[in-house]
């Protein structure tokens, strides 16, 4: 190990402390273990920006599927169009996590519990991955329901391996469709089984302090009773774009070609959500594509539209 720090050889050191670690953990030195890992995960590493080696995604062990995937966001913050007090609120996140340390130092608690609520295709899922990007951290996905085994009692086991997962490094915890939860509570036919199961993932949630960021998502914040809710430190709102949003997704979307012919649409489209103002303005591209132009009409623009109106959004 102290070869590999005299190389500035990140991964080597790496490496060498985990090495180091499972020599602990097998002499039963848990405490000494877990201290280390909490050491290393929160160190960015030794000059080099090399990940740590991941370790495997905990899977489910009845289904034997991952509980959750892992993948590099590709885009940032700024590739959103979003309320300006959205954009706030989601950058003040991404501010603090980047001050966890600071504020570690003046004893001041760490916010680790995000909720992004809104209708579906207003930008969770997005933003979620923008906030991970913009933290350069990978982003783990698991759905709530993918979490809880058709044996209850896997279920429990299923949400410490996740957790224990996010504890090894600094990651993006992406927890979609917790609304599920909230129907579970609700839920009365089975003696309060699922309502035990409820409190275990809320208790996980609640007891987590490793270095992760959690994110949650809902679709219907009505289904959240306020058990659920106090578990954030912050509630972000994603809801259906303003007219002036889907004008400028249209702008960027359709680089300026074919805009004139887009105006009566435009009211339409607000009421719908971001991702049918993007769904609109591919189909209006394909469309002109496929007949050979690339410069966008006001066919192509009709086409679209009839597109959009002819699916459900919601
Ligand atoms: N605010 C936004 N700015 C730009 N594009 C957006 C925005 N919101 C959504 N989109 C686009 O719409 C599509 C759907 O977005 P996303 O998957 O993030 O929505 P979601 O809220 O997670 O939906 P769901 O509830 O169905 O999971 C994406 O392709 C994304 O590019
Ligand atoms: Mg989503």
């Known amino acids: 190990m102290i070869a590999a720090y005299g190389e500035r050889d990140d991964l080597k050191f790496r490496r060498a402390a985990q090495a180091i670690i499972q020599e602990e953990e097998a002499k039963r030195h848990t405490v000494l273990a877990r201290e280390l890992r909490t050491v290393l995960a929160a160190n960015g590493g030794i000059g080099s920006n090399d990940a740590p080696p991941m370790p495997d995604l905990p899977t489910d062990r009845d289904s034997s599927l991952p509980l959750a995937r892992v993948s590099q966001a590709d885009r940032y913050l700024g590739d959103l169009v979003l309320a300006e007090d959205t954009r706030d609120a989601l950058e003040r996140v991404v501010n603090e996590v980047r001050h966890w340390p600071t ?43 993918g979490l809880i085994s ?28 917790f609304d599920s939860l909230g129907k579970m509570r609700e839920d009365t036919s089975d003696h309060g089984e699922l309502r035990r199961v409820v409190n275990a993932v809320l208790q996980q949630i609640d007891a987590y302090s490793g270095p992760s960021l959690i994110i949650a998502a809902t679709n219907h914040s009505h289904v959240l009773d306020s058990a659920l809710w106090r578990r954030f430190d912050s509630v972000v709102e994603l809801g259906l774009p303003t ?3 889907v004008t400028e997704l249209l702008t960027r979307r359709l680089l300026g070609n074919g805009l004139e012919h887009v105006a009566s649409f435009v009211p339409h489209l607000a009421g719908l959500p971001h991702a049918a103002t993007e769904f609109f303005a591919d189909s209006a591209k394909r469309h002109a594509l496929l007949e050979d132009r690339t410069q966008i ?17 919601s």
Do not use: M
């Open 103 to 145: 504020l570690d130092r003046a004893g001041l608690p760490r916010r680790n519990r995000i909720l992004l609520s809104g209708p579906p295709g207003c930008g969770k899922t997005s933003a979620a991955a923008a906030i991970a990007h913009e933290l350069s951290r990978p982003l783990v996905t698991a759905r709530v329901e």
């Open 150 to 177: 058709s044996y209850l009692g896997e279920t429990a086991a299923n949400l410490a391996n996740l957790f224990a997962f996010v504890s090894t490094g600094a990651y993006v915890l992406f927890l979609d469709e």
């Open 243 to 245: 007219e002036g949003q």
């Open 297 to 313: 009409k006001a066919a192509d623009i009709e086409f679209a539209a009839n597109e959009v109106t002819s699916r459900p959004w």
